[in-house]
């Protein structure tokens, strides 16, 4: 069993930066794919960006295209997000989310491990 922990969220200001990090237990994210979701108040879980740990493919919504870069950690078991020039629109609750079978999805169903999310709050 993967357990999947995020941290890094936290308060800033319109254009300021975040570094967000998704930690595996139980074994290393060689072979998976693993992505970042969001989910605003009131609004669906949304797919952010994804990446595939063996050949470092990677993939952005539009949305965050630009601003945000997913990278593997050096550690084998991390994956960070950086989000740089956020906007009040990115205030949400990041959740990591990984693939075993190593497959970039937008969709919730691809992914088989879920952390429980990390709060992010963009002010004005």
């Known amino acids: 069993q993967v357990q999947l922990v995020e941290s890094g969220g936290g308060l800033v200001q319109t254009g300021g930066s975040l570094r967000l990090s998704c930690a595996a237990s139980?074994?290393?994210?060689?072979?998976?794919?693993v992505a970042w979701f969001r989910q605003a108040p009131g609004k669906e879980r949304e797919f952010v960006t994804a990446i595939t740990w063996n050949d470092n493919n990677v993939y952005y919504a539009d949305s965050v295209k630009g601003r945000f870069v997913i990278s593997r950690g050096s550690a084998l078991n991390t994956v960070y997000l950086q989000m740089n020039s956020l906007k009040p629109e990115d205030t949400a609750v990041y959740h990591c989310?990984?693939?075993?079978?190593?497959?970039?999805?937008?969709?919730?169903?691809?992914?088989?491990?879920w952390g429980q999310g990390t709060q992010v709050t963009v002010s004005s």
């Open positions: 989310a990984a693939d075993p079978m190593g497959r970039i999805g937008v969709t919730q169903a691809y992914y088989t491990y």
């Open positions: 139980g074994r290393t994210f060689r072979s998976y794919a």
